[in-house]
């Protein structure tokens, strides 16, 4: 299907794939991946929606409703899926599809079947999920990504349970809404850890009832343990990249706690860890885009934004045009924004 695009936020998985930290993709590439907007053309073979729906593009897969991951409700493993728009040539997920530039040169989709940063985008019906009217598109879009990575880490993966004590790393896109997760899952006490205290300030907004900035505390670890009676955290969301936090975050987990891993950068690997460490009935898991089944979670996360208890308004920071894209980048790597919107 072709949709002509209005909005797509600014992930920071976008700027780790232009610095190379999640591979090296062929350049030039096109990036953005959490799109809405509105369908335009519809291919052949195309049943699910028709010229003129609103929707949500995403790299996750609403899935084929047939295949087996599909039928133990995980549609986002689904196996009956291209992998990249048609026409892409070449191997992997980030190979050059059929889109050129003036130059003639082929460009890359850098989220292998979503390159949001554009007008039109063509993709597999298969990533687009129908959403209501009355959805403001430039809200719409954060549900394609940054919302279901962080709510779904908790409420699909962890499955955490009411009463039982979260910690999230990172007070970002995700983490925030990792932390709506917990707060929906009756969570209690949810720990937001942060180097900036703006972002754990809004963390707060968003249902942190407790805050750490790991600038200022001299040992974070035993604040969260502390925090947790002694017990350590049930669950520990990691929502953002590097090994150090990881670690760290991973020794805020009690015994039989679980700690899911949700951001990552480039070259990690978990030499860090010794499996005495797991004696303790620990667990160390990572969430497929939140293992999210589209049909099921868009559907509810956007009653519960319009029942007022799920904040996607105060998610966004600002608004750019395509023209402006470069600033609104900057503005994201410098960490005071919480999302930056492209809109059309
Ligand atoms: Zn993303
Ligand atoms: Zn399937």
Not at 255 to 278: C, D, K, Y
């Amino acid at each position: 299907v072709k949709v002509k695009v209005a909005a797509c936020a600014i992930c920071h998985s976008d700027i780790h794939s232009f610095r190379g930290e999640h591979g090296k993709p062929p350049l030039p590439a096109i990036g953005g991946h959490e799109v809405a907007g509105y369908i335009e053309e519809v291919g052949a073979d195309a049943c699910y929606v028709k010229k003129g729906d609103p929707v949500v593009v995403s790299i996750v897969k609403r899935g084929c409703g047939e295949c087996y991951f599909c039928s133990v409700g995980l549609s986002n493993m689904c196996q009956n899926r291209p992998l990249r728009a048609e026409g892409a040539t070449g191997e992997g997920l980030s190979a050059p599809g059929r889109y050129t530039n003036k130059k003639g040169q082929r460009l890359t989709q850098l989220g292998g079947t979503v390159a949001g940063f554009a007008e039109y985008i063509t993709v597999s019906e298969y990533n687009v999920i129908k959403i209501p009217a009355d959805v403001p598109m430039d809200r719409a879009c954060l549900l394609g990504c940054g919302v279901i990575s962080g709510y779904g880490a908790v409420v699909n993966r962890a499955k955490v349970p009411p009463h039982s004590s979260v910690v999230v790393m990172g007070a970002g896109g995700v983490g925030l809404n990792a932390i709506q997760g917990a707060r929906l899952n009756g969570a209690y006490p949810i720990i937001a850890v942060d180097v900036l205290d703006n972002k754990l300030e809004a963390a707060r907004k968003f249902g942190a009832t407790h805050t750490v900035n790991t600038k200022k505390d001299a040992n974070p670890v035993k604040t969260v343990w502390e925090l947790t009676s002694g017990r350590g955290a049930d669950y520990v969301i990691i929502a953002v990249a590097g090994l150090d936090i990881l670690r760290q975050g991973f020794n805020m987990s009690g015994f039989s706690g679980t700690t899911v891993v949700v951001g990552h950068g480039a070259n990690e690997n978990l030499a860090a860890f010794a499996p005495v460490e797991f004696v303790a009935g620990r667990t160390l898991t990572g969430s497929a885009m939140g293992a999210s089944r589209l049909t099921l979670d868009i559907p509810r996360l956007i009653t519960y934004y319009k029942a007022g208890r799920l904040k996607l308004d105060e998610l966004i920071s600002n608004r750019y045009p395509l023209e402006k894209i470069n600033e609104a980048i900057e503005s994201s790597l410098q960490g005071e924004a919480l999302r930056n919107v492209i809109v059309f």
